[in-house]
């Protein structure tokens, strides 16, 4: 098991072959070119990372925007939506506090 790997890819790799293969496979599969490029994918995976509160997501997830093209600009635009969709969502739970 490679200590450079990233976490979740340590963890399949010490379950089994299998899991880590098909793990792999799923990424792949969904982060491949389609209707939306590999970048764009990249930068909402990013901004899930953000909103989800991952260090380690976001990290890689950094590193992943910037291979496939991405700008810092866009990057921190990014962050910022998902900042605001976090936001949200607590002033959301914070409005039961209204409910009788």
Known sequence: ME???PRPYRFTEAVSKELDAAFKNLASEI???GALSSKEKSII?????VAVKCEHCIKAHKKSALEAGATTDEILEAA?????VRLGSGLTFASFLLDD
């Open 80 to 84: 910022a939506v998902a900042g605001q």
């Open 3 to 5: 200590k450079d790997n």
């Open 45 to 49: 995976a990013l901004a899930c990372a």
């Open 31 to 33: 982060m491949k070119e």
